[in-house]
Structure formats: structure tokens, C-alpha cells
């Protein structure tokens, strides 16, 4: 499931795109062993923190109960460093609440991936560039060995390959992917 339609094609692969701002309910979903949720989005693109919430709460809450509705075991998803449902900080908190949810749905195996900063190509999933970010990657580039792992800016392909190999590694139980931890050597 996504808001954008996959290039990739696969017999086994069945996309689902979704409008999450008229999210109601999900599409009927097959048997299913394993989810991923890469979701979420920012309060300035989102446009409000209701329209954040309902994007990086009530959507990714939403995907993880119809997957395990449909027998999914093992769940993986991507957080934010920092998330604690007892944050001063909105966004923080809302990512901690989201965890919350997400470990009382019952999954089997629950792996949550806490990175830093992402790094990737954000014109290519039509993203408006952060001015931030760019400066943030070239000092990170730069004074990377100064720069506690926890800390550094990271790939989200890294983030990805990390969080597919912990839960298909774990037989069972919770599981948080601290950034450093899924930094390349």
C-alpha cells in the first residue's frame, strides 16, 4: 500500500495506492506474513498537526491492523529518533504514541527503526527540498568520524536493508532500530 503507484513489477507483488486523505477504510488485502510501513510525512508538508497525526498515527495504525487482520506476524516500521509518547515535542510524541499502538496490536515480531535524519533524493518522491537538510548532510559528510552513529545523517535505502534483515532475523518480540545500529560499516 502507498500513495504513489510502484515501478517495480512483480507476480507476487500487489500494489495498493491509497488516498490518505480520504482514508476511511483499507482495500481487502490476501493472506499476509509480513509488513513494512515506511509512512509519514511532515507537519509542514502535511499542512497542520491534525493532518500530520492523521497521516503518521491514524494511517500507519490503520495498514498494521488490516495486515494483521489479513495474518500478518511480523511487522516493521519506521519511526523517528527521539519518538517517546511523553515528548514536550509534537512530532516526537505522536511517533511514540504511534509505537504505543503499534506494540498493543499483538504482532508476533515488532521492529521499529528510530533513524536520524533521512537522506535520500527527495525530488524523486516529488518532496520539496529542506534547506536544513542539505547542510546537515555536507557537515555530516565532512566531520562524519566526529559525529556520534545516533547522530549522523542516514540513508534511507540503509534504513530499509537494516530493517528487513532485523525482522527477518527475530523469532519474536519488540525490537527498536537505533540509528547508529543501522549505519553502514
Known sequence: MGRRALALKHPKLIAHVLDLAGLKRLPGLGHVDDVFIAL????K??????A????DFDAVVAVARAAKAAGASRLGVVSA?????RSSVFYSRVKGEMEEALAQLGYQTLVIARP???AGDRAALA??????????????????????ANYRAIAADDVAQALLKAVQQMKEGKRVLLSGEMQPL
Do not use: D
Not at 529518533?81 to 509518547?85: F, I, N, V
Open 116 to 118: 536520524s535524519m533521512l
Open 40 to 43: 509519514g510525512t511532515t507537519i
Open 45 to 50: 508538508t502535511a499542512g497542520s498537526q491534525a
Open 127 to 148: 518532496q520539496p527540498e529542506r534547506p536544513g537538510e542539505h547542510i546537515a548532510l555536507l557537515a555530516t559528510r565532512w566531520l562524519k568520524p566526529l559525529i556520534p
Open 52 to 55: 500530520f497525526r492523521a497521516v
Open 81 to 85: 529518533m527521539g519518538a517517546s509518547p
